[in-house]
């Protein structure tokens, strides 16, 4: 798998959103297109509903955005509300952020 999609769920419990998650991190290994998932590290849940290739990342809110400048040219996905600090982050960097809302 050579694509790689950087995504940020920074959610402590399990709900739909995390669902939709896990969903759509499986549907992009099934495209061949491997996921690095930043998560909280409250959130214990997320090695049982990813697939085995996806990175978890464990990173606070405050952690994240030295994190975010470091994507150049990546494309991450949010799962989580995007502050205005992480899109000026990673427009530095050269990066695209995605927003879902679910």
Known sequence: MAALCYQVNL????????????????????????SVLFADPRAGFWSAHLPASTQIVQVTEDALLPRLAELS??????????????????????????????
């Open 73 to 102: 040219g990546a494309i991450v996905l949010f799962h989580t509300p995007l502050r205005g600090a992480a899109l000026e982050a990673l427009h530095a960097a050269g990066a695209k952020a995605v927003a879902l809302v679910h």
């Open 11 to 34: 959610q402590r419990g399990f709900g739909g959103g995390e669902l939709y998650t896990a969903f759509f991190t499986r549907a992009l290994e099934a495209a061949g297109v491997r």
